[in-house]
């Protein structure tokens, strides 16, 4: 499986920005795909993930703004980005996890916010 990452970029505060994941190869046993981030000296968090039945989560601090979507026959999962606050700034990373436990990550793409 190959991740395939876009969008992201630099908003100010209050704005929105959308990131967009397209996922190739073979999506059998699929469990979810996610959006993970990474702030410099942070540890990378897990920020909103989808299954293919539609089920959602997302982490307290993006609830409300943040918004996971997917699209099965596509194999893509878009994560769009609203009321965003400096604290949001990080590198972006697309996952696919699936049943068998096989992880995979896309490239990282960079969010910044300013105040």
């Known amino acids: 499986v190959q991740l395939q990452a876009c969008g992201g970029g630099l908003a100010q505060a209050g704005g929105s920005l959308r990131l967009s994941c397209a996922a190739s190869?073979?999506?059998?046993?699929?469990?979810?795909m996610s959006w993970y981030r990474q702030a410099p000296g942070e540890q990378r968090e897990l920020v909103a993930s989808?299954?293919?039945?539609?089920?959602?989560y997302y982490v307290d601090s993006v609830k409300g703004r943040f918004t996971i979507s997917g699209d099965n026959a596509k194999n893509t999962v878009s994560l769009q980005m609203n009321s965003l606050k400096p604290d949001d700034t990080a590198v972006y990373y697309c996952h696919l996890h699936k049943l068998t436990g096989s992880t995979y990550w896309g490239q990282g793409t960079q969010v910044t916010v300013s105040s």
């Open positions: 989808i299954t293919p039945g539609g089920r959602t």
């Open positions: 190869g073979n999506m059998d046993n699929l469990d979810a």
